[in-house]
């Protein structure tokens, strides 16, 4: 078994003592390097000992060896002496001391533990013998070989030679210095090094190449490797952009495989040298991406039917291959292209190999290319049609309606091969790029109404074939490809502390967005929504239910507009799935009760256990809607059966959606439809939904917002409207400028509107926050305030803004009390038990009550933290990384697309120091 050493160095005592604590959670050892840490007396360093239990190193590197400690050997030896007097627990002792000297150095502490080690960054030599023959001079427990090297087939070479020299006993660690060296350290365990070294984040590194242990730890399962595992990886030249280490070593631990999976970057002459070196360490596969593709075929024993080869396998010693590509992007359509026109865009080697599979599949294909040569020379080989990039609408006027975007226009750019206006919407649109998730190609493609495949689904079907190329039966299809889906959408971002300056505008009001687009269904006549939040996965749905009821939607740039249903909703499906949206869940499902037709209301896990539908069954019962939870726990999936007659509803309204949800529906039943309220809460949202009606010109009245009386009329007038920006995401621009002292100015704020999250605003300035409002020029500036104060606050208004409160009042002076708040545990996750749990992590002093939350003024650090997959915790706990002094690692970010997809995108551009990638 080898041991995980974290290597710890800061510019601060008490930073280090915190980074002590983390690193604590996650290594066997900890390493100190005595040279980055000069100011800081021994006997103040000894101290850390007492924070861990775990066993420290000592070292104390010279310049000659890479490090910085400056002084000559007298100097380091006296150093060690030092050192000695307290007893250490392990020494890294350089391998150019003296036999004699150590021996001393050993005597004067003969409880502590040595490692011998050789660092050089001069080019890498073949003879390693020679460094080993001078490292076993002096005896140590064990020894540390660390080489600078420049080629995956050095540290491969290194990766061998400890293997070898592990057989019995453990006691040589290799380490390959450079990024070109990173396999050594994540292959430690399968050469039976007794440890590899590790930062604790990517800016304290301490060491050029060196992982982070979250990264040896979360992404290549290091504990779970060991002298058996199985080696794969990927060979290409650049392979930086590709995710495969991430979602491939998923797989393996998903589907208990003990295997590895590695990205290797090579030149062209290092091919040859790096497949036997790699067959050495139990290779057994290879991805193969440019510009290998074509190249690595004459490697094969045997030969292939395809033009390219993306995957490689050792089976019975022969070196064999096939392409995944083709199959995979056909996979992805989901039905056979046999007799299908099939235009393929570009002529590389994905291209290729999609043709090629078409082909074989029995389409026609057509292929066009920005240099038509190539296009034509590939046509002759396969047997199909070409062109060029302008001949484009030619091809589609030819029925050719199955369309593959097979060049790399639009990776890591907003390049795409055909202008906008040439697409046709009845057309089917396969993009082959994976990242970014959405290029401008298949964008415009959606927008224009075209059914769109994304580059990630041909990524996961293309693995999964490559996959089971690998393991054959072994492998449970299924779960491989949930596992890669699940990998494919997570992402984690890494937050370090920032200081933030500039201005922004909010995203769009997602609650007025999905009223609009559903009250918009159902109106008569065509309305026009600007400024949607599209990007959000709630407003697709939202979108979807629409058309789901009969909308009929047409998208222009940021707005689309829909043509109603009068009323009159006709299903077009018998389920309406919602996603991960609470507001589709409610609202859609009391619209389609104005129907007589019968739909199944569901959503995902979270929509399934956390989001109760009760409250609505039991109104729409008492409107004489036939309606049930199906599995009767009072959670979707639900029935709903109408028709929607006006009535009298008595309901509980702790949760205002279900009585948003009637209302809206109560709005286009004719007659009067009344509804009493039992513990109304979330008042403000109700308003937001009057403010909808009042809009529609509907004839209503209320009573505090507790009775409300209705009268319904199935036609009403379309509308044209401009969704506001939302103010419950202005609470976390506010906090985040707030706690990193920054000045931060939000634009087009919405000061007239009915959002009750503006609450926040002079909530902050009444706890001491400096924030200028400037109604006429729509904008608000947060300037640097002192900490601020505390105090107890009733949430129930904002109830939204619950994660965010905890996150601020860890940075106050005073305890801030949140109460009346008991409904924030029934939204994506429960919030109150979540956020508590997650900022307990990072040092915070916060305690859940039944109803809200204490948090006392606390020093947050650094952690790896989780969202529950909720948007409004992911966001609260990546402002609070901005403001701490050790790198927060956000698990399961993606969710922060449902109300604020450009959150990172934004903060990025106020300066802040955050990045964001797939987990
Ligand atoms: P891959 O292996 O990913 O297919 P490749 O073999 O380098 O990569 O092929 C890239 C393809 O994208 C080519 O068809 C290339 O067109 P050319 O043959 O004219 O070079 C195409 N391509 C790259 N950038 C493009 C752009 N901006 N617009 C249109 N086509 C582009």
């Given at each position: 078994m080898s041991l995980l050493i974290i290597s710890l160095k800061s510019s601060s005592f008490f930073e280090l003592r915190q980074q002590v604590r983390q690193a604590a959670a996650l290594a066997d050892w900890i390493e100190i390097r005595l040279d980055l840490m000069p100011n800081e007396s021994i006997s103040d360093l000894m101290s850390l000992s007492q924070l861990t239990t775990l066993p420290i190193l000592w070292t104390l590197r010279t310049t000659g060896q890479g490090g910085a400690f400056e002084g000559s050997s007298t100097e380091y030896l006296a150093r060690l002496r030092e050192l000695l007097t307290w007893n250490p627990a392990w020494i890294d002792l350089e391998a150019w001391v003296h036999l004699e000297d150590y021996q001393t150095l050993v005597e004067l502490s003969p409880q502590t533990g040595w490692i011998v080690s050789w660092h050089e960054l001069a080019p890498f030599s073949q003879n390693l013998e020679n460094y080993y023959q001078q490292?076993?001079?002096?005896?140590?427990?064990?020894?540390?070989?660390?080489?600078?090297?420049?080629?995956?087939?050095?540290?491969?070479?290194?990766?061998?030679?400890?293997?070898?020299?592990?057989?019995?006993?453990?006691?040589?660690?290799?380490?390959?210095?450079?990024?070109?060296?990173?396999?050594?350290?994540?292959?430690?365990?399968?050469?039976?090094?007794?440890?590899?070294?590790?930062?604790?984040?990517?800016?304290?590194?301490?060491?050029?190449?060196?992982?982070?242990?979250?990264?040896?730890?979360?992404?290549?399962?290091?504990?779970?490797?060991?002298?058996?595992?199985?080696?794969f990886g990927l060979i290409g030249h650049p392979v930086h952009q590709s995710l495969s280490h991430l979602t491939h070593n998923a797989v393996f631990k998903e589907a208990h495989l003990n295997a590895v999976y590695i990205k290797f970057e090579l030149d062209a002459k290092d091919l040859s040298p790096f497949l036997v070196q790699f067959q050495q360490l139990n290779g057994q596969g290879l991805s193969v991406t440019m510009p290998?593709?074509?190249?690595?075929?004459?490697?094969?024993?045997?030969?292939?039917?395809?033009?390219?080869?993306?995957?490689?396998?050792?089976?019975?010693?022969?070196?064999?291959?096939?392409?995944?590509?083709?199959?995979?992007?056909?996979?992805?359509?989901?039905?056979?292209?046999?007799?299908?026109?099939?235009?393929?865009?570009?002529?590389?080697?994905?291209?290729?190999?999609?043709?090629?599979?078409?082909?074989?599949?029995?389409?026609?294909?057509?292929?066009?290319?920005?240099?038509?040569?190539?296009?034509?020379q590939l046509a002759k080989q396969i047997g199909g049609k070409s062109g060029s990039l302008k001949d484009f609408k030619t091809f589609q006027k030819a029925g050719f309606h199955l369309i593959i975007q097979a060049t790399s226009a639009g990776m890591g750019n907003h390049d795409t091969p055909i202008p906008p206006d040439q697409l046709d919407s009845n057309s089917r649109v396969i993009e082959v790029i994976a990242w970014p998730e959405e290029t401008q190609f298949l964008k415009n493609a959606r927008k224009i109404g075209c059914e769109t495949i994304s580059g990630r689904e041909v990524f996961i079907q293309q693995a999964l074939e490559q996959l089971s190329y690998w393991f054959g039966s072994q492998l449970d299809r299924l779960l491989v490809e949930k596992t890669l889906r699940r990998k494919i959408e997570e992402s984690t971002v890494?937050?370090?502390?920032?200081?933030?300056?500039?201005?922004?505008?909010?995203?769009?009001?997602?609650?007025?967005?999905?009223?609009?687009?559903?009250?918009?269904?159902?109106?008569?006549?065509?309305?026009?929504?600007?400024?949607?939040?599209?990007?959000?996965?709630?407003?697709?749905?939202?979108?979807?239910?629409?058309?789901?009821?009969?909308?009929?939607?047409?998208?222009?740039?940021?707005?689309?507009?829909?043509?109603?249903?009068?009323?009159?909703?006709?299903?077009?499906?018998?389920?309406?799935?919602?996603g991960n949206s609470g507001q589709v869940l409610r609202?859609?499902?009391?619209?389609?009760?104005?129907?007589?037709?019968?739909?199944?209301?569901?959503?995902?896990?979270?929509?399934?256990?956390?989001?109760?539908?009760?409250?609505?069954?039991?109104?729409?019962?008492?409107?004489?809607?036939?309606?049930?939870?199906?599995?009767?726990?009072?959670?979707?999936?639900?029935?709903?059966?109408?028709?929607?007659?006006?009535?009298?509803?008595?309901?509980?309204?702790?949760?205002?959606?279900?009585?948003?949800?009637?209302?809206?529906a109560a709005a286009f039943v004719e007659g009067i439809t009344t509804i009493q309220v039992m513990q109304a809460g979330e008042k403000p949202w109700l308003q937001l939904t009057l403010s909808w009606l009042d809009r529609l010109?509907?004839?209503?009245?209320?009573?505090?917002?507790?009775?409300?009386?209705?009268?319904?009329?199935?036609?009403?007038?379309?509308?044209?409207?401009?969704?506001?920006?939302?103010?419950?995401?202005?609470?976390?621009?506010?906090?985040?400028?707030?706690?990193?002292?920054?000045?931060?100015?939000?634009?087009?704020?919405?000061?007239?509107?009915?959002?009750?999250?503006?609450?926040?605003?002079?909530?902050?300035?009444?706890?001491?926050?400096?924030?200028?409002?400037?109604?006429?020029?729509g904008e608000l500036t947060v300037h640097p305030s002192p900490p601020l104060k505390g105090g107890i606050i009733d949430v129930n208004a904002i109830i939204d803004a619950v994660p965010i409160l905890a996150v601020l009042g860890c940075f106050g002076i005073e305890k801030l009390i949140l109460v009346n708040g008991a409904i924030a545990r029934q939204k994506e996750c429960d919030r109150l038990h979540c956020i508590v749990k997650e900022l307990k992590k990072?040092?915070?002093?916060?305690?859940?009550?039944?109803?809200?939350?204490?948090?006392?003024?606390?020093?947050?650090?650094?952690?790896?933290?989780?969202?529950?997959?909720?948007?409004?915790?992911?966001?609260?706990?990546?402002?609070?990384?901005?403001?701490?002094?050790?790198?927060?690692?956000?698990?399961?970010?993606?969710?922060?697309?449902?109300?604020?997809?450009?959150?990172?995108?934004q903060l990025q551009e106020l300066g802040a120091c955050i990045d964001e990638e797939i987990a």
């Open positions: 490292l076993i001079r002096l005896p140590a427990t064990y020894y540390k070989l660390a080489l600078f090297v420049h080629t995956a087939v050095d540290s491969l070479r290194l990766l061998d030679f400890a293997k070898e020299k592990n057989q019995q006993v453990s006691s040589l660690c290799v380490i390959g210095l450079g990024k070109q060296g990173q396999s050594t350290r994540i292959l430690a365990p399968v050469v039976n090094c007794p440890f590899t070294y590790a930062a604790l984040s990517k800016k304290r590194k301490t060491a050029l190449g060196q992982l982070t242990a979250y990264e040896l730890l979360k992404t290549y399962h290091w504990r779970d490797l060991n002298s058996q595992t199985q080696l290998f593709k074509e190249e690595i075929v004459q490697f094969l024993t045997e030969p292939i039917p395809y033009l390219t080869c993306n995957t490689l396998a050792w089976k019975n010693q022969c070196l064999v291959g096939t392409n995944t590509d083709g199959i995979g992007t056909l996979n992805a359509l989901g039905i056979p292209v046999e007799d299908e026109k099939v235009l393929i865009l570009g002529a590389g080697g994905a291209a290729k190999a999609i043709a090629q599979t078409a082909v074989q599949q029995g389409a026609q294909v057509a292929i066009l290319n920005r240099t038509p040569q190539k296009a034509d890494c937050v370090r502390e920032s200081q933030l300056q500039g201005n922004l505008r909010l995203p769009a009001s997602k609650s007025h967005s999905i009223r609009a687009i559903l009250l918009a269904t159902l109106c008569q006549g065509i309305s026009s929504i600007q400024h949607l939040l599209l990007d959000s996965p709630d407003i697709q749905v939202a979108l979807q239910a629409s058309q789901q009821l009969g909308g009929q939607i047409n998208y222009t740039t940021d707005s689309v507009t829909i043509q109603g249903v009068a009323g009159h909703p006709h299903l077009s499906s018998k389920i309406i799935d919602v609202f859609a499902g009391a619209l389609a009760a104005l129907s007589s037709q019968e739909v199944i209301l569901t959503g995902d896990l979270s929509i399934r256990t956390q989001r109760p539908v009760q409250a609505l069954i039991e109104g729409l019962h008492q409107l004489g809607v036939e309606t049930l939870s199906i599995a009767k726990n009072g959670y979707a999936p639900y029935l709903v059966k109408g028709p929607l007659s006006p009535g009298k509803v008595t309901m509980n309204g702790k949760d205002s959606q279900p009585v948003s949800a009637l209302l809206m010109h509907v004839n209503y009245t209320h009573q505090g917002l507790e009775y409300f009386k209705i009268q319904g009329q199935p036609i009403r007038a379309p509308f044209q409207t401009t969704i506001p920006g939302d103010w419950s995401s202005a609470a976390f621009i506010l906090v985040a400028a707030l706690i990193t002292h920054s000045t931060v100015t939000i634009e087009q704020v919405p000061f007239d509107d009915v959002q009750g999250d503006q609450a926040i605003v002079p909530l902050l300035q009444q706890l001491g926050a400096q924030i200028s409002v400037d109604r006429e020029k990072m040092g915070a002093i916060i305690e859940e009550t039944a109803d809200g939350l204490t948090v006392s003024p606390s020093s947050l650090h650094g952690a790896i933290v989780k969202s529950y997959e909720d948007h409004r915790i992911a966001l609260a706990l990546i402002v609070a990384g901005l403001a701490t002094p050790e790198e927060t690692l956000v698990q399961s970010t993606a969710c922060i697309r449902k109300s604020y997809p450009h959150f990172v995108q």
